[in-house]
């Protein structure tokens, strides 16, 4: 590695909770790397001046996170596959060239979470059912077909976003009326809730876990808090249950190594690094 001093970061508006600086930080120190990871408030009006500015300070690339995920896509040269086919981009790399690469890792985070948590466990083994039909589940959606699922039973409260994200990705997705997910939930393979219920200061999942069988593996994407009462009610039913927070702790890996050329590990250190 050269002595240069290199630079990354992450743009959003607002900036302040977000825990990438602690975590790229971690790294940066466990790694004795000499670079920077630093957070940005950058306002939609500003993210074109500041996509065009920050390769010229001499910066290696950048995570985006709300509200610019769709928007930095058209200020991209280039857009990776996965990247276009969950249509938003979260990590940002300023090529040698001086062209601007949009990946997207939420995905990669999502399955990485999954392998590391139960490793014995395979996409390919049977459906999955996916809680939620926003932005979260659409990386959710892509990453689990692309991995294998056989299929993927999708439940919204609002039946009309299941409807198109199915119509989005094809016969492979399957809707479930939200009152009914209940009974589809049985024989899945996977279990994952990507809707903001049971995070801290929201109303618990209005699930019934009666169908819920051990072979189930279950996940959430919330990670705020840790255990929530979804993962906390499987694991009492006997099924392998993978907290949210690996998810964030993987999709970052793939950006730190491309800017700071150092492939990162994600285990408890780093785990503890970004809780306190
Ligand atoms: P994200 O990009 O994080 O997925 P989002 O697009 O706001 O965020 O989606 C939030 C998800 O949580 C949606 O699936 C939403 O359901 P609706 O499409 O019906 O709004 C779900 N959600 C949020 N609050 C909910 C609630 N009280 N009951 C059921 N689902 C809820």
Not at 64 to 90: F, Q, S, W, Y
Request: glycine share 12%; hydrophobic share 45%; proline share 5%.
């Amino acid at each position: 590695m050269s002595g240069k001093l290199r630079l990354a970061g992450v743009i959003g508006h607002p900036i302040l909770h977000s825990k990438s600086p602690r975590l790229h930080g971690h790294w940066l120190k466990r790694y004795g790397i000499d670079g920077h990871y630093i957070p940005m408030d950058v306002a939609p009006d500003d993210l074109a001046r500041t996509i065009e500015l920050l390769p010229r300070l001499g910066f290696a690339g950048i995570n985006v996170t709300l509200p610019h995920k769709e928007a930095v896509m058209a200020l991209c040269d280039e857009i990776t596959p996965r990247a276009k086919a969950v249509g938003a981009v979260n990590t940002v790399i300023f090529q040698e060239d001086g062209s601007v690469l949009g990946d997207n890792t939420d995905g990669y985070g999502f399955m990485a979470n999954l392998y590391a948590g139960a490793p014995s466990w395979r996409a390919d083994m049977g459906p999955a059912v996916v809680l939620g039909a926003g932005g979260a589940a659409r990386g959710v959606v892509a990453a689990l077909l692309d991995a294998g699922a056989p299929h993927i039973i999708l439940s919204n409260r609002t039946v009309e976003r299941a409807t198109a994200l199915q119509s989005e990705f094809g016969t492979r997705v399957v809707v479930s009326a939200w009152d009914d997910v209940g009974d589809a939930i049985k024989g899945a393979n996977l279990l994952v809730n990507t809707t903001s219920l049971g995070m801290d200061g929201q109303p618990a999942l209005p699930v019934s876990l009666d169908h819920l069988g051990s072979e189930t593996l279950v996940t959430d994407i919330v990670y705020a808090p840790l255990k929530t009462q979804l993962l906390i009610d499987a694991a009492a039913r006997g099924c392998a249950v993978v907290d949210g927070l690996g998810m964030l702790l993987h999709q970052a890996a793939p950006g730190f190594e491309a800017w700071f050329g150092q492939k990162p590990i994600v285990d408890d250190e780093l785990r503890d690094a970004v809780l306190s």
